[in-house]
């Protein structure tokens, strides 16, 4: 199975609003409503920001949003602040029962 | 709160096989899937497997024919092993809970294995 294409690197001032995008295929992000979102800082284990397309789990800032359209994937973080500066990775369940991430994308806060 | 803990040796030699533990804290193993996750140095997540709390197992296809992983319920762990290791195989190794079988929603610490004579 391939990786889900993430841009390699996005950007964005404190205060503003950055979109990360996922890109698979209808065997995975566009076949089901399972795609999830992962915080990771350096040194440490990735945290569940978004799950199911859109959920956020108890905890989570509401500045993290997920869209989904066709096989694309996408989580905007609005509001961006300093701590928002790590690696996030997509995820999606695909056909065949196993589960992929993305590539990943380190977001930069300027 | 569910807790997960790795636990194994931490330099594997080339050609052997790599085993690891995750021990999950107590009464939390049951109706779930629970899968081990990799990351090599400087790179990306890559999804290794996971096992359902009865046993049944799905792996990633390019790592399937060197994957096991298997579940002890009444210890609460479940475990990996990964043969025939080389360098390739050096990473952090996480074990995770998956919950609707969709997504990791706990993480181990992670646990660095070095593949090297």
């Known amino acids: 199975q391939s990786a889900l294409t993430q841009p390699a690197s996005v950007s964005g001032s404190p205060g503003q609003s950055i979109t990360i995008s996922c890109t698979g295929t209808s065997s995975d992000v566009g076949g089901y409503n399972y795609v999830s979102w992962y915080q990771q800082h350096p040194g440490k284990a990735p945290k569940l920001m978004i799950y199911d397309v859109s959920n956020r789990p108890s905890g989570v800032s509401n500045r993290f949003s997920g869209s989904k359209s066709g096989n694309t994937a996408s989580l905007t973080i609005s509001g961006l602040q300093a701590e928002d500066e790590a690696h996030y990775y997509c995820s999606s369940y695909t056909s065949s029962s196993t589960l992929v991430f993305g590539t990943g994308t380190k977001v930069t806060v300027l | 709160q569910v807790q997960l803990q790795e636990s194994g040796p931490g330099l594997v030699k080339p050609s052997e096989t790599l085993s690891l533990t995750c021990n999950v804290s107590?009464?939390?193993?049951?109706?779930?899937?629970w899968s081990w996750i990799r990351q090599p140095p400087g790179k990306g997540l890559e999804w290794i497997g996971y096992?359902?709390?009865?046993?049944?197992?799905n792996y990633n296809p390019s790592l399937e024919s060197r994957v096991t992983i298997s579940i002890d319920t009444s210890k609460n762990q479940f475990s990996l092993k990964l043969n025939s290791v080389t360098a390739a195989d050096t990473a952090v190794y996480y074990c995770?809970?998956?919950?609707?079988?969709?997504?990791?929603?706990?993480w181990g610490q992670g646990t660095l294995v070095t593949v090297s004579s």
């Open positions: 107590a009464g939390a193993i049951s109706n779930y899937y």
């Open positions: 096992i359902y709390y009865s046993g049944s197992t």
């Open positions: 995770a809970r998956v919950t609707h079988g969709s997504h990791f929603d706990y």
